[in-house]
């Protein structure tokens, strides 16, 4: 039986009663920047919900949050399983047409945003917000970001270690309570513990920690479809779950937070956005990292089918290199270095902006030609269907490749980069991973834990 937070009398007592979204049995403050929303959604949509993901699938992608350990290979990696559903930049002085990333999802949210909204409207740090934004205090919420997780034994990723949101206010909502062990936990304010032990930021701690409340460490009792509110300021993580699966879908508010943005200004090492804008006037674009600043090989897809005319946002560092390709092809059109002084980069027919990196070009023809990659099915008592979703020269595909893999079996794939498949238990639409072809990687382990790694 997971515990019930009770909250601590004192807290209570020492904060206003500022009129919660539904009524006032069902907000606890937990911690002073900690709130609990109970019913923000219905079980009835929770389901719907994480019905629509694992129907979409739960892409591997790279996680933000652990930079560190994509950098060394001595510590553990793995990728996020996450589908973003809403995006709407936040720049001063820029304005930005809000992003529909998975319409299906956001059609069944859409009616609930006004009430999220609310909670961040009225449970916010007023005077910090006043202080923050002198000159619009009373601003509405802006939403900036949704994406819905998934955590699971059984699933790609199971934890997540201790961070926080750069983000002024973030709304976390549980989708699941089918679970046991693990899930969010938020650190206790730094005036009550000091300062945070250093082991706390590895996986190596997180992987240790399991669901009880300790004089640093608290689990909220998050029943499907209620909130946790809380803001930049708040330590929190995703410890590993031991059964079952837990599904969550945060909302990011006020991503303009002017407290970090300050920090980020005063450090020329950390990203700064630049706009790259599609100048060819019949041509969408896939736009590709084929060279980090900070990593010694880096090729990533970090835009899908720019429309002629249409400008992006990119998150850059000084010297990141990126190719422009014809959507769905290999076929390159231009590549872009990036320059901290530049912020506009036009890609059109009379300006095709060339690298130092001449050299990438002679890997084109390599790139364009498939190679083979093993499979393995690491799962003891489980045989394993495996489909195709997605085919780099093709718009979203279905495809049974393989039927009935047995366990300790490994089957070829002929593949190209960017290829996703999925593997299915036999003969059923359980979904046990997806996969995400790199060339640079040659094994694909399907384990219990879902740990596809390379040996390469």
């Not at 290999?330 to 902006?353: A, G, K």
């Amino acid at each position: 039986m997971r515990g019930v937070i009770v909250a601590a009398v004192s807290t209570l007592l020492s904060l206003p009663m500022r009129g919660p979204l539904i009524s006032a049995v069902d907000v606890e403050f937990l911690e002073p920047k900690v709130q609990r929303h109970v019913g923000v959604l219905p079980l009835s949509v929770c389901k719907e919900l994480i019905s629509l993901g694992e129907k979409f699938g739960f892409l591997v992608r790279e996680e933000s949050i652990d930079e560190d350990e994509q950098k060394d290979p001595t510590k553990k990696y793995v990728p996020s399983q996450t589908i973003d559903i809403y995006e709407n930049r936040s720049e001063p002085e820029i304005e930005y047409e809000p992003e529909m990333q998975n319409e299906a999802i956001w059609n069944v949210l859409q009616p609930w945003i006004p009430k999220i909204t609310e909670i961040v409207k009225v449970n916010r740090d007023k005077e910090a917000f006043s202080k923050y934004y002198p000159d619009e205090p009373d601003r509405d919420p802006e939403l900036n970001w949704i994406f819905f997780r998934k955590y699971s034994p059984n699933a790609e990723r199971n934890s997540l270690k201790v961070h926080h949101d750069t983000n002024m206010n973030t709304v976390n909502i549980e989708l699941s309570d089918e679970y046991d062990g693990g899930g969010l936990f938020y650190i206790k304010s730094l005036d009550s513990i000091g300062e945070i032990p250093d082991e706390y930021g590895d996986y190596e701690w997180i992987e240790s920690v399991k669901r009880e409340n300790t004089s640093d460490v608290v689990f909220p009792d998050l029943r499907a479809g209620d909130a946790i509110f809380y803001n930049y300021t708040v330590e929190h993580a995703v410890a590993p779950v031991e059964r079952g699966t837990r599904y969550s879908m945060a909302f990011f508010f006020d991503m303009d937070n002017p407290v970090l943005r300050e920090r980020y200004d005063a450090n020329e090492e950390n990203d700064f956005k630049v706009e790259l804008h599609n100048g060819l006037p019949n041509v969408e674009l896939d736009i590709v990292l084929i060279h980090h600043a900070f990593e010694d090989q880096a090729r990533r897809r970090v835009l899908d089918k720019m429309k002629p005319n249409e400008t992006s946002i990119y998150h850059a560092f000084e010297g990141d290199v990126l190719r422009a390709l014809v959507a769905g092809t290999d076929e390159v059109v231009s590549d872009i270095e990036i320059d901290r002084d530049q912020y506009l980069y036009t890609i059109s027919q009379n300006n095709l902006m060339r690298s130092a990196f001449e050299s990438a070009g002679e890997n084109d023809s390599e790139d364009e030609e498939g190679f083979e990659v093993e499979l393995y099915n690491g799962l003891p008592d489980v045989e394993l269907d495996i489909v195709r979703i997605y085919d780099v020269f093709e718009e979203q595909v279905w495809k049974r490749m393989f039927d009935e893999v047995l366990p300790n079996e490994t089957t070829i794939y002929d593949a190209f980069e960017g290829d996703v498949l999925r593997a299915l238990v036999a003969g059923t639409d359980e979904v046990v991973s997806d996969i995400e072809i790199f060339r640079d990687q040659h094994l694909y382990t399907i384990s219990q834990k879902n740990d596809m790694r390379s040996e390469l």
